[in-house]
């Protein structure tokens, strides 16, 4: 994998790992683990043994049974401890490698626990195992099945990979490498396709949109777009067009063939700073946040090679001004676009539009630095999410709205600089990606610069955070959608 970065700290937790000893005693006689023979011979014998990794014994050992191949893949507090054809981010292999050879991280305590340590050939049974997908006995791929089931997809910013993760196990799928350049591009946000069957890439400091099939993550192509400071991509409802914003002072919007791979135009009409955007369902009108001042861009875009630009004011009878006075950072319509959201940067607030003639119906405090949002079509909730500020009063949290009465609902921490959030409709579970680049703690070292950061879940029928799930993902997960 690129851009594999040195090893910056080591962090014990033998107490949430393991008990202090372990009895290596076999799970039983034929016992059907499901893994292969030679994979068994090593995981029954020293991993799933009295007082270890055992379906009795694994509140003590961080969540984890390996009894049996299927139980290894309900993983455990930390989320996923094997991620197929991927040994750089399966935490089997950080605790079990000793051997610089296969290039892991190298964690301790080293397992097995207290007893030998595996040797060459075993670490390299399970290394090339793992690389070669962690198949069960009879060659079956983990999540090789699951093209249609609910996936979200999670931009690692400070890693260049996207967490593909399951909605129903909660679990890390894949990870799949995403960028050209051996430097870090930054990925900030990830989009599916209406039609479901893509998910593109976009990049803060990258040059390109990358397109992968949602069936399989395989890669598509990549659509040249050029230096910029690239924030987000809203695509059509026909999955055909999007539109890509490039947040400089001086900033532009792209609009983007998606089928034919090209860039069609270029918007750079006197937009500043333009940062997030979004298009209605006939594809007439885009709605762009510009992060500066007290108002949006709402764009007619009938026509989109001759767009006719207007400047909305978020306040109603008050003159636009460019001056940072509220500087909206998302915009989103709701399900039958009467309504428009904005969430306010520097007042930390949601304003509330009526669509029609943009005038302002509501305005709801938040906390500081408001960040995504997400609509609930299952429930009357708008989430928005705000990622607080170090050495304020201000934290991190999710802000629960009620967008058919336009009032708030409540609000509830959900972990460090809670920025990208998504909803399993069908599970009534709102999916809250966690940044944790400043202060908190992350269980495992990370293989790029920074800190790993996690999911947390909220369980939309009793709005509380879900205890005990968090599941640690690379660094810095900074978008999630599905």
């Known amino acids: 994998m690129k851009k594999i970065r040195s090893l910056l700290y080591i962090i014990v937790v033998v107490s949430l790992i393991l008990p202090l000893s372990c009895s290596y005693d076999r799970v039983g006689p034929g016992y059907d683990t499901g893994y292969p ?34 139980k290894m893949f309900e993983g455990g507090r930390g989320g996923a401890s094997v991620i197929p054809y991927r040994t750089d981010f399966s935490t089997l292999m950080y605790y079990t490698n000793t051997y610089p050879d296969f290039g892991n991280i190298q964690l301790q305590p080293v397992m097995p626990f207290g007893s030998t340590k595996l040797s060459y050939d075993e670490v390299a049974t399970l290394h090339n195992w793992v690389q070669d997908g962690a198949p069960d006995k009879n060659g ?27 909605a129903e196990s909660g679990l890390a799928m894949r990870y799949i490498d995403v960028g050209i350049r051996d430097d870090i591009e930054q990925p900030v ?40 400071v690239w924030t987000s991509v809203t695509i059509t409802h026909d999955s055909h067009k999007a539109f890509v914003t490039d947040a400089q002072p001086n900033g532009r919007i792209l609009y983007v063939d998606l089928e034919n791979m090209q860039t069609i135009t270029s918007w750079q009409t006197g937009l500043i700073n333009p940062f997030d955007s979004y298009v209605d369902s006939a594809s007439s009108i885009l709605l762009v946040a510009p992060q500066q001042g007290n108002y949006i861009y709402k764009i007619n875009i009938t026509n989109p090679l001759s767009p006719i630009i207007n400047e909305i004011s978020l306040d109603t009878g ?75 009063n201000h934290v991190s949290a999710i802000y629960v709205i009620n967008y058919q009465t336009d009032s708030y609902v409540m609000d509830l921490y959900a972990g460090n600089e809670s920025r990208g959030i998504v909803m399993d409709e069908a599970g009534q579970k709102l999916y809250v990606a966690n940044r944790n680049v400043t202060g908190g703690s992350a269980h495992h070292a990370p293989i790029c610069d920074g800190k790993n950061g996690y999911i947390t879940v909220v369980d939309i029928n009793t709005l509380q955070l879900i205890s005990g799930y968090r599941a640690e993902v690379s660094v810095d997960p900074y978008d999630i959608t599905k």
């Open 318 to 392: 008050v003159p636009v001004d460019y001056g940072s006075s509220l500087d909206p950072s998302s915009v989103m319509l709701n399900a039958d676009e009467a309504k428009y959201f904005v969430t306010c940067l520097m007042s930390s607030e949601l304003r509330i539009m009526q669509a029609s003639n943009d005038s302002l119906l509501a305005v709801i405090p938040l906390a500081s630095n408001p960040s995504r949002m997400y609509l609930s079509s299952s429930t009357p909730y708008l989430f928005a999410s705000c990622m607080g500020a170090p050495n304020t």
């Open 189 to 228: 946000m990830v989009k599916v396709s209406p039609d479901k069957l893509f998910w593109y890439v976009i990049f803060y400091n990258g040059t390109v949109i990358q397109k992968f099939r949602t069936s399989d993550n395989s890669y598509v192509g990549q659509i040249p777009i050029g230096s910029g």
């Open 140 to 166: 079956f791929v983990k999540f090789s099945d699951y093209e249609n089931k609910t996936k979200f997809y999670i931009c690692n910013r400070g890693c260049d990979v996207v967490t593909v993760m399951d």
């Open 37 to 70: 023979q030679n994979v068994e011979n090593i995981i029954i014998t020293k991993c799933a043994v009295t007082g270890c990794h055992t379906d009795n014994d694994k509140d003590a050992a961080a969540g984890l049974s390996f009894e049996t191949w299927n």
